[in-house]
């Protein structure tokens, strides 16, 4: 089966100014138990990713931002910020979430 969403059925929500986030940092935003952080390169892309390293949970909002990637401060797994899958050897994959930004402004499809 072949599933189709439009994009009218995506829900976007505010979630603040592309520059309330640092460049090549991150802020967090709370959705129910799950923690997203929100990421800003160096030259001001923005992207969401949950904030649990695939490898052992560890706090990806806390890393270091480089290349298009974060680095997990626990074990050093480098994750594409894009797609949120592991680098290199590393296996594993942490969620990803559609981003927009209008205006200045950030929003996430949760």
Known sequence: MNIQVSADAVQWTLVGAVTDIPRQGARCVKRGDMTVAVFRTSDDRVFALE????????????????????????????????????????EGQTASFPVKVEDGRIYLSL
């Not at 649990?52 to 997990?72: A, E, F, Y």
């Open 51 to 90: 904030d649990k390293c695939p490898h052992k949970n560890g706090p990806l909002s806390q890393g270091i931002v480089h290349d298009g990637c974060v680095t997990c401060p626990l074990h050093n797994w480098v994750i594409s910020l894009e797609t949120g899958s592991a680098q290199g050897a590393d």
